[in-house]
């Protein structure tokens, strides 16, 4: 009978309960299931993480997997969750709430960098894992000198989460960012002769940004301008 996926989460944990002993002894672990699937995902995206693309790599059959994840939805939870619990977590210390918060999105930031598939990923059944819980604790203690009732603190982690996850997707490797820098100047005059008068603001506004970030966006400057926006916001609340 296949274990729940909350019993496959907290696998590790003491109470967890002890797997069955009928049968003969798994070649792979899940955890070594969950890790080969991790470097297929870093690899090569979600697209690659196929069980039967796993069941080669492990040398083991493609039901031999499904006795250890139930399925690839539930191989995707676990994936995401061994990715949280495997964070570095250091101590805030004395900081302020301000540079609490910012370790926090930029630890994050780092995080969907290193495994961008996490962007593509929305299963809110990742809430339930250990590494996950472990990581949300965390995290809410960087906005505990603001003394925010519980729902509000949701709140404000979640609106600094949801510009994290934003920008992440804005960094995401673009193959012709060098080719739009390269051609940046004869496009925009050749849509200059275009455009005319018509849209002014337009015109002017992205005329000196284009010229000062050679192309129509800049997604570190974004991030930057958003992240202390985002303090800024938060301040309201402050006590």
Known sequence: MPR?????????????????????????????????????????????????????DLGVSPMSVYTHVNSRDDLLVLMVDAVHARMERTSYGRLSWRSRVRRVADSNLALLRSHPWLLDLTDERTALGPGTIAKYDHELASLAPLRLAPTTCDAALTFVLDHVRGAARALRPDPRAGEFAQHWPQWSERL????????????????????????????????????????DGLAALAP
């Open 192 to 231: 200059a002769t275009y455009l005319g008068d018509d849209h002014p603001l337009a015109q002017s506004v992205g005329a000196a940004a284009g010229q000062a970030m050679q192309g129509p966006s800049d997604p570190l400057l974004a991030w930057e301008f958003g992240i202390t926006r985002v303090l």
């Open 4 to 56: 729940s996926l909350i019993d496959l989460l907290w696998r590790e944990h003491p109470s967890a309960p002890a797997p069955g002993t009928r049968g003969p002894r798994a070649r792979v672990s899940t955890s070594a299931v969950v890790d080969a699937a991790l470097g297929l995902a870093d690899a090569n995206g979600l697209t690659a993480v196929t069980v039967r693309r796993l069941a080669a």
